[in-house]
């Protein structure tokens, strides 16, 4: 399926609401992900203006419309070489090889960019479907981080 990544708009905030309130993408969500239209318009013009030096975020366009997100976060101290990867992807596109190709694009993108040698993702062990999109796109897993995740 065709598919492009390119900068956030203000105009993507309710497909990403649309999208995003899915409770299936909720429950492999970290943080405090927006839950109300009104959150997902603050989170959108954040995307649109965040700082490129530290951060990457991508809205997943297919036929026009936000239908998901991945963004790369350049981390810092002894990390300061290493960044981490984090995507979600509407129900309606998964399946589809989506997910895979965006990671790879954004990857080779990093890698050009950024003075980076390692990308890496922390997707919960349940999560098969992101698993199986970073298998795709080259990454190897390194382990399961047991007892490494609550939810309080």
């Avoid at 203000?10 to 649309?18: G, L, R, T, W």
């Avoid at 969500?29 to 318009?41: G, K, Q, V």
């Avoid at 997943?60 to 963004?71: D, K, L, P, Y």
């Amino acid at each position: 399926m065709d598919f492009e990544l390119r900068k956030w708009e203000k105009s993507d905030a309710e497909s990403f609401f649309k999208y995003s309130s899915n409770p299936k993408i909720l429950e492999d969500m970290r943080d405090a992900f927006p839950s109300t239209l009104e959150d997902c318009r603050k989170t959108v013009e954040n995307f649109s203006y965040n700082d490129e030096s530290k951060q990457c975020c991508r809205a997943i366009i297919v036929n026009g419309e936000a239908v998901g997100s991945i963004a790369l976060f350049i981390k810092n101290d002894v990390y300061c070489r290493s960044a981490e990867i984090a995507y979600w992807l509407g129900e309606p596109f998964w399946g589809r090889g989506i997910m895979s190709e965006a990671i790879k694009q954004l990857c080779q993108t990093a890698f050009e960019q950024y003075d980076i040698v390692r990308i890496f993702a922390e997707p919960y062990a349940h999560n098969f479907g992101s698993r199986k999109a970073l298998e795709k796109a080259g990454f190897v897993l390194e382990g399961i981080m047991k007892k490494g995740i609550w939810h309080c």
